[in-house]
């Protein structure tokens, strides 16, 4: 299977100073008028390049922290560069409340990552977003299960919709997350049975990554793993399948 890689970093982790901004990326941050956004781009940057060098087995001196860069390809997608030239690594990149995650792995992989907060979503937001086959499994769900199962049904989209390199460009019901193959996973992994619901795992198996995939209308399938902490859900898919996620350590 591919192995893929992951980095979790926050805004308390960013640097003060941008001595690891390439003079472009620098310029970019000060065109940014809002602060908000500025805080966001540069959590992205620093997490995207701190994975990748990482990755990389490179060191994190500022210079090299310099010659990382992301640029957007056509479709807006991030592509990695390497003191000016393309890297033979992919990623994807999401954040949200001043919590970042970045997904690594080799260039010939197509890969997605998404980063949720779990909150309640309304029947309007499910009518315009989710499939038939999703609203089907929304509406046999526990009550306690249903905000993180719409977190993690949104998610799995978005990291899908991120491996097809087009975003929310794409109607989000061109792309269906499945469950079908969590309990497997879950009693590969040495969990046992998930007591009548999927995303109900016993105490001991938090934080663990459990498998789930999602169906393009184009046929394309793409495999994934998605995990649950505190009121966080992460997704990742890879195409091809992935193992399970690594954690990259600075």
């Known amino acids: 299977m591919t192995e893929v890689y992951w980095l979790v970093q926050t805004e308390a982790d960013t ?26 781009w540069r959590l992205g940057r620093w ?16 210079q090299t922290l310099r010659d990382v860069e992301m640029r957007p390809a056509a479709s807006g997608a991030p592509d990695v560069f390497f003191a000016g030239q393309p ?14 995650i970045c997904a690594v792995a080799p260039s010939s ?67 269906v997350v499945s469950l079908d193959d969590v309990e497997q996973g879950g009693a590969e992994a040495g969990l046992g049975p998930f007591a009548g619901s999927v995303l109900a795992p016993p105490p001991h198996a938090a934080n ?24 966080l859900v992460r997704t990742l898919v890879a195409d091809p399948p992935p193992a399970p996620p690594v954690l990259l350590v600075p």
């Open 15 to 40: 640097p003060a100073t941008n001595d690891w901004l390439s003079e472009s990326e620098a310029a970019r941050l000060d065109s940014m008028r809002f602060e908000k956004r500025r805080k966001d």
């Open 47 to 62: 997490t995207a390049k701190l994975a990748v060098v990482a990755y990389r087995n490179l060191s994190e001196h500022s």
């Open 87 to 100: 890297a033979p690594v992919t990623i994807s990149l999401s954040h949200r409340d001043g919590i970042a």
């Open 109 to 175: 992989v197509a890969l997605g990552c998404d980063l949720e907060i779990i909150e309640p979503r309304s029947e309007s937001f499910i009518a315009d977003y989710f499939t038939a086959e999703e609203k089907e499994l929304v509406a046999r769900a526990r009550a306690d299960d249903r905000s993180r199962l719409l977190t993690l049904l949104w998610s799995g989209k978005e990291s899908a919709l991120k491996a097809l390199r087009e975003g929310l460009r794409l109607d989000t019901r061109s792309v």
């Open 208 to 231: 663990r990554w459990l498998p789930f995939h999602v169906r393009c209308t184009t046929g394309q399938v793409f495999h994934g793993w998605w995990q649950n902490a505190g009121n």
